[in-house]
């Protein structure tokens, strides 16, 4: 399935992104370290909060599938650039924390995990970004 999104450079090192099936806007501004004010999510800082998205979405996926509800779990990512031989995405370390409470079987857990390591942006990055996964399970 193809989705179309319109993106309009509008100077000073920003750029305005619209989702054409939903009207959503958002924008984007060069990193400070890269030039820009940082006044919005940088476009690396967009794949980070991809990743981080699409890997909790990914497991409560599952999760409903096996009656679990995963409302509350919380996704920290850490986005590491680097710049040899030239500036790119180094790593994205992430940390899943679920809720306090939240009783699953060792089972469960392990297909969740492995569904959040499966999801299709870890599954879109290339060989040179380390995703490096912890989960925190508070129950």
């Known amino acids: ?32 370290d890269n030039g820009g004010k940082g006044e919005a999510f940088s476009p690396t800082d967009l794949c980070a909060t991809s990743l981080g998205a699409c890997l909790v979405t990914t497991m409560a996926l599952v999760a409903q599938r096996h009656g679990i509800e995963l409302a509350g779990t919380t996704v920290h990512v850490v986005k590491e650039m680097v710049a040899d031989p030239r500036r790119r995405i180094g790593a994205l370390r992430t940390t899943v924390t679920f809720p306090a409470g939240l009783s699953v079987s060792d089972g469960d857990r392990a297909l ?14 290339g060989p040179l970004v380390e995703v490096p996964m912890e989960f925190r399970w508070n129950g």
Request: charged share 20%.
């Open 1 to 32: 399935m193809a989705v179309d999104i319109d993106i309009v450079y509008t100077g000073d090192l920003h750029c305005e992104a619209t989702h054409r099936p939903s009207g959503t806007k958002l924008v984007t501004d060069a990193p400070v």
């Open 112 to 125: 969740l995990e492995a569904s959040a390591r499966a999801c299709p942006v870890t599954q879109s990055l």
